[in-house]
């Protein structure tokens, strides 16, 4: 009781500092909607992020530290540049947690009062960060539908304002990255800025300092280069199915294991066949100077058909180490699984070999990553539970997850709605490494930490899974107004 006490009195000397002060406390989920394109991954092998606090507009954040060698405390206070990026202007430390506190929020108030909400510093103009996507740059009858969704749909709201944040950061070495996200690139620049994101959240430094490949990341002093690839859809293939009103409906259990089997993997491997036979004009990947010597990874999405995106994993796995699984349970109730070696994919007279790995020049490309989570879903659940979008918002997500039962044949279904405070959620879950056998270069595992990793051993595939892995994922996004229920606004179901 004396201990209750005693922490509830410190909350509320606390709260009383806050509205002297004029601050606020803020979550982890926003802290990093703004900080986490700018804080540098050594950061936290010196100091542990502990406390959140932004004063009301949010024009000016600040955290408190635990100094992980001397364990006393220290606090830093951010303020936009003049590209929108919020980074250090105030620092202090060798505090007390309480005076570290205190002095975060005088120097919050002292910057507020100053009327200020951009902090210049200084090296703005040679920095090539910044892009604004959401600035038209083609006509209008060009504009994709998912970015005219984005750009002007209410329910949207929090992929849009959690991107706005990423652009301050993210550097266009090609020059047309705005021009494609708005037009007939989308799919392949919102996978991009996914793993952009991702890759960040792991804890890597990333580089965009060369036209190819899209990534440099670096961690422990080793280098890896990472090239972003989407599956596409054939304009030979049957369109999808629809339900009510022309929108996307889910193919039957029965279709979806005949695609696995045909369609699926000819367009991984249409996908990341183009990309090892990168050939003149065009140096191979593995050719280009600065790659030379480093493993290179691909980094495969599919938007190959609405809603492929959930169904496609087992088909990638197939077609990259060429194996199919049986399995069944034996009279002890213990799963067997037998490994079936694959030649081909076949689909509307198109025949392809499989196993990707071993295929000529294969052995330059050391993984495939991928997500079937790289969508704009994505974005508006991360957005959400920063707290961006109308308050009148409710996500849900259900999907299926790996199970971690040595005799599971199947993964397990979860459902939960995305709320703040009750949900978290990180950028790299769901993301899979399939390492190859036969690479000339390894990647090593322990870069990209909390990722599932899959190697060929022996003919059977070997797996290392975080605790939480969803194979796929399906988003409901709601508004609900004050209409009666059956006239409540809502959007159709994303992945």
């Known amino acids: 009781m004396g201990e209750a006490k005693r922490r509830g009195s410190r909350e509320q000397r ?11 406390k803020m979550t982890t989920e926003r ?22 606090y932004s004063n009301e507009p949010e024009t000016l954040i600040g955290v408190v530290l635990l100094d992980r060698t001397d364990h006393d405390y220290a606090f830093v206070t951010l303020g936009r540049d003049l590209k929108g990026r919020f ?60 970015f005219q969704l984005l750009r002007d749909g209410g329910h949207w709201l929090p992929a849009r304002s959690i991107i706005n944040e990423m652009m301050n950061h993210f550097i266009d070495v090609d020059g047309n990255f705005a021009e ?4 007939t690139g989308f799919d392949s620049r919102i996978w991009e800025l996914y793993l952009f994101a991702a890759l960040l959240e792991l804890g890597l430094i990333v580089n965009k300092d060369h036209e190819a490949p899209d990534f440099q990341v670096e961690r422990y002093g080793k280098k890896v280069f990472i090239e972003a690839v989407t599956a596409g859809p054939s304009p030979n293939d049957p369109p999808p199915p ?58 495969v999405a599919d938007f190959h058909e609405d809603q492929s995106m959930t169904w496609t994993s087992p088909a990638l796995l197939e077609y990259l180490y060429g194996v199919t699984h049986e399995f069944l349970h034996d009279e002890k109730g213990q799963l067997v699984i037998t490994s079936l070696e694959l030649k081909t994919h076949e689909y509307n007279g198109k025949k ?27 974005f508006n659940r991360m957005g959400h539970l920063a707290g961006f979008g109308p308050e009148n918002q409710k996500i849900y997500r259900t999907g299926v997850k790996h199970r971690h039962d040595a005799n599971a044949a199947l993964p397990t279904p979860f459902f939960y709605e995305v709320k703040q405070g009750v949900i978290t959620e990180s950028w790299a879950e769901g993301l899979s ?52 229920a059956e006239e409540e606004q809502n959007t159709g179901s994303y992945v």
């Open 14 to 24: 606390i709260e009383g500092s806050l509205r002297t002060y004029g601050v606020k």
């Open 31 to 52: 802290y990093n909607a703004f900080v986490a394109w700018t804080r540098a991954p050594a950061a936290d092998m010196y100091g542990q992020e502990i406390e959140f």
């Open 87 to 146: 980074r250090c202007i105030d620092v202090s430390a060798s505090m007390s947690k309480t005076d570290a506190r205190h002095a975060l929020f005088q120097s919050i108030a002292k910057h507020s009062a100053s009327g200020d909400a951009v902090f210049p510093q200084h090296d703005e103009a040679k920095d090539k960060a910044g892009l604004s996507l959401f600035s038209p740059v083609v006509a209008e009858n060009k504009i994709h539908k998912s």
């Open 180 to 183: 494609q996200f708005q037009t």
């Open 242 to 299: 629809t339900g009510p009103e022309g929108r996307p409906s889910l193919r039957s259990t029965e279709e979806i294991k005949e695609l696995i089997k045909t369609r699926a993997p000819i367009r991984f491997g249409s996908a990341l066949y183009s990309k090892l036979n990168r050939r003149p004009p065009k140096t191979p990947y593995w050719e280009l100077e600065h790659v030379k010597g480093y493993p290179l990874i691909f980094a």
């Open 352 to 378: 392809i070999p499989s196993g990707f790995f071993f295929q000529k020049d294969a052995e330059n490309v050391s993984a495939v990553l991928f997500s079937s989570s790289g969508t704009l879903s994505k």
């Open 433 to 484: 490494m399939f390492h190859n056998p036969n690479a000339v270069h390894e990647v090593d595992r322990r870069m990209f930490l909390g990722i599932a990793h899959h190697y060929f051993i022996d003919g059977q595939i070997v797996s290392y899974l975080p605790d939480f892995h969803p194979y796929s994922s399906f988003t409901w996004n709601f508004l609900i107004s004050d209409l009666p």
